[in-house]
């Protein structure tokens, strides 16, 4: 068996912790959690989905999600409406309030990987997010 410190899965957590520490702050200042912006950053890109498609797209089980969404529908950074197709259907989308927060924290967090390209090389980031995407397309 491999040494533990060569661990795969290990060494992706570790990733993960290092390059989120370069973000965390910025987060924090703004009163949010990582799986908070994980999903305003989709309801920007997407506009306007379903919780079971929005769990998918940011790795966040059902059970949390629900927290998520309810704590920032209270904050007012999420609106919920039922779809018109189907009335079963509940829609998420972000409010105003969010739709602004997420232009004026966007910049300030896109500088933040200025500042991982001063460490590793943009060259070496994207072989890197390639590498990641093919790892996620694996099938076991």
């Not at 999903?39 to 506009?47: K, T």
């Not at 704590?71 to 999420?78: A, D, I, T, V």
């Amino acid at each position: 068996m491999r040494k533990f410190n060569d661990s795969i899965p290990l060494k992706l957590l570790k990733a993960r912790e290092s390059t989120m520490a370069f973000f965390r702050p910025i987060l924090q200042e703004a009163g949010l959690t990582e799986q908070q912006w994980r999903v305003i950053r989709a309801l920007n890109e997407y506009e306007e989905l379903e919780s079971k498609q929005l769990a998918e797209l940011c790795c966040i089980l059902s059970p949390s999600l629900t927290g998520i969404i309810n704590r920032l529908e209270s904050q007012g950074h999420l609106k919920r409406r039922k779809s018109t197709e189907d009335q079963r259907r509940v829609l998420i989308s972000l409010t105003d309030q969010a739709k602004q927060l997420f232009k004026e924290l966007s910049p300030r967090l896109e500088g933040r990987y200025g500042d991982l390209t001063n460490q590793i090389s943009k060259e070496k980031l994207q072989q890197l997010n390639e590498l990641l995407s093919e790892i996620i397309h694996l099938e076991p």
